[in-house]
């Protein structure tokens, strides 16, 4: 893809053909297909593009969750998203301008309105459904900042009369947690977390809750969701804040430091993540992920013999680990 590429993504290739030859008769002559979300992020992650124009609901992975993840990446946040659908209601209308979108297009598409909409790409100026919304939004995230909480809780019951949005039982429960409400706010997050499965900020707010409430196992259980989303997400600054709240709770958990270790080896701080799978062995020697893990981050550090001893400390545990048996091969090749 190039800087000039409308990248469409839809689950139904007639829709998606039916888009693209739309773009190509308006002069958008460069169109690449994505049949699902997973596949439009994995070219996203390499490739620059214009414009996203993505179907807003699609199995698997939505296009509205599609467009979250996009508004959270220090690189791609201001790309401009479109989200198509049949029949857009008021509920999703909401949805769309809570997560940032550029505009909406219905089905079945027509050039002038697909011209017209386009237009919003520069400058990104949302439509006026979707600005409705962010400005009440906005109202209610301006009067938290004000500590105006109950304000705040009004404009926030409100929107959610509309339409329910996992961002505003978010906002809701801050508002309870400041409150002291705590029941009401876990109440509210966890509606949070049943709209978005991938709220991670909604996760780490009941752990902390939990936690508050000493009930340690639901804070680990709720603190390392909003890791394991924040790892994926490489969000790496917010995954290690949580998982050391984790250790704070339970000092011998091993998947902590497993996880420490592969953050640390994603930034660069090869030491730490030595110390980190270190600790992990401590607890369970046993573990051939740890054991593969480390071979990995001691090839990165250009330790090709230890990285060799290590994979086939993974072996001998597990004799079926067939990663561990590929980068052993190759190391003994001299691949590696």
Same mark, same amino acid.
């Given at each position: ?166 961002? /505003?039982? &978010? $906002?809701? *429960? ?10 009401? #706010?876990?109440? !509210? @997050?966890? +509606? ?97 992920? /740890?054991? &593969? $893990?480390? *071979? ?10 230890? #990285?060799?001893? !290590? @994979?086939? +400390? ?23």
């Amino acid at each position: 893809m190039t800087q000039d590429t409308m990248l469409l993504v839809d689950h139904d290739a007639s829709a998606r053909q039916n888009l693209a030859e739309i773009l190509e008769t308006l002069g958008y002559g460069t169109v690449v297909h994505a049949e699902s979300a997973a596949v439009a992020w994995r070219l996203l992650k390499c490739r620059p593009c214009r414009c996203v124009i993505a179907e807003m609901q699609m199995p698997e992975m939505s296009g509205l969750a599609l467009l979250k993840i996009i508004r959270s990446d220090d690189h791609l946040g201001a790309l401009p998203f479109f989200l198509t659908h049949d029949a857009f209601t008021k509920v999703k209308v909401l949805q769309a301008g809570q997560e940032g979108a550029t505009g909406l297009l219905v089905k079945p598409f027509s050039p002038g309105a697909v011209r017209e909409k386009l237009r919003l790409m520069v400058p990104r100026t949302p439509s006026p459904a979707i600005a409705q919304v962010r400005g009440t939004l906005a109202q209610g995230l301006h009067l938290m900042e004000q500590n105006a909480f109950e304000e705040a809780l009004a404009v926030f019951e409100r929107l959610v009369t509309e339409g329910e949005s996992a961002e /505003i039982y &978010y $906002n809701i *429960g801050y508002i309870k947690t400041a409150q002291e409400k705590y029941n009401e #706010a876990i109440a !509210a @997050f966890q +509606k949070a977390t049943e709209l978005d499965r991938l709220f991670g900020k909604a996760y780490a707010a009941m752990g902390r809750i939990y936690r508050k409430l000493g009930r340690a196992g639901e804070a680990e259980r709720c603190l390392q969701k909003a890791a394991d989303i924040y790892l994926t997400r490489e969000k790496m600054e917010d995954a290690e804040e949580i998982l050391n709240q984790i250790l704070e709770i339970r000092p011998d958990t091993v998947n902590v430091y497993n996880s420490l270790g592969v953050l640390y080896r994603k930034k660069g701080k090869f030491q730490r993540a030595l110390d980190a799978y270190q600790k992990a062995l401590r607890i369970h020697a046993d573990q051939p992920q /740890i054991h &593969y $893990n480390m *071979g990995r981050l001691w090839l990165e550090m250009k330790d090709v013999q230890a #990285a060799a001893g !290590a @994979f086939e +400390k993974a072996l001998q545990l597990n004799p079926a680990f067939k990663e561990a048996q590929d980068v052993l091969e190759a190391i003994r090749l001299g691949k590696v």
